[in-house]
C-alpha cells in the first residue's frame, strides 16, 4: 500500500508517494538524497540516524514515513544555519568530536534535541535533584548522549564540545583529562 505524504527537510517541502512499510531514514536517504542522516544498525541501537523531528530528536531507522506527514526534519546540516548548530558543529571540529566522522551528524542533532531538554527542565538518570535544573556536567551529558554510539570512540571531544555550548565547560571538561 501506498500513501502521499509531505515532508519538509531543513526548511524545504518534499512530496513524495511512498509505500506504508518505508522508514523515515530510508525516505530521506533513497527517495528524497538527504544523507545527512546515516544508517548504522538498522535497529534503534546506535543513534547515527538521528534528526530533529518537529523539534524533537528521534532515531529515524525506527519512524514510518507515513505516520509524519506535514512533519519538519531537521538534519545536522539544516542545523548549520542556525547560531547554536554553527556552534555545535565548530566546537566538535575544535574539541575533536570526531575521527571518521559517521556518528557525527546523528550526535550533533542527538546534542541539540538534549540542550532543548535539560533547557525545559527534563531531568536523566543521572540527575541528583530533579527539581531543579539540571547542570549539564559530563555525567548529565554522557547519560543524555548515552543513545549515540561512537565507534570510534571520541566521546571525551564530543562532551567537551557539548559542556562548551550548553556553557558549563571550560574547553578542557573532565572527560577530556582522562
Ligand atoms: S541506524 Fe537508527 S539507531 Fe542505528
Ligand atoms: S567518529 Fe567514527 S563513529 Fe564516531
Redesign the pocket.
Known amino acids: 500500500m501506498e500513501a502521499d505524504i509531505t515532508i519538509t527537510v531543513d526548511g524545504e517541502p518534499h512530496r513524495l508517494v511512498t509505500d506504508t512499510r518505508t522508514t523515515l531514514l530510508d525516505a530521506l536517504r533513497d527517495r528524497l538524497g538527504v544523507f545527512s542522516p546515516k544508517k548504522g544498525c538498522d535497529h534503534g541501537q546506535c543513534g547515527t540516524c538521528t534528526v530533529l523531528l518537529d523539534g524533537r530528536r528521534v532515531t529515524t531507522c525506527l519512524a514510518l514515513a507515513v505516520a509524519h506527514d506535514g512533519a519538519h526534519v531537521t538534519t545536522s546540516a539544516g542545523l548549520a544555519s542556525d547560531d547554536r548548530g554553527q556552534a555545535l558543529h565548530q566546537a566538535f571540529l575544535d574539541h575533536d568530536g ?7 551528524p546523528g550526535q550533533i542533532c542527538s546534542a541539540a534535541g538534549m540542550l532543548d531538554e535539560a533547557e525545559a527542565g527534563w531531568a536523566s538518570a543521572a540527575t541528583e535533584d530533579v527539581r531543579s535544573e539540571p547542570t549539564l556536567d559530563d555525567a548529565e551529558i554522557s547519560e543524555r548522549m548515552s543513545g549515540n554510539l ?3 570512540g ?1 566521546y571525551a571531544g564530543i562532551v567537551t564540545a557539548i559542556r562548551e555550548v550548553a556553557g558549563t565547560g571550560d574547553g578542557h571538561g573532565e572527560a577530556a583529562r582522562r
Do not use: H, N
Not at 570526531?98 to 557525527?104: I, V
Open positions: 570526531f575521527q571518521c566522522g559517521y556518528c557525527t561512537c565507534r570510534c571520541a
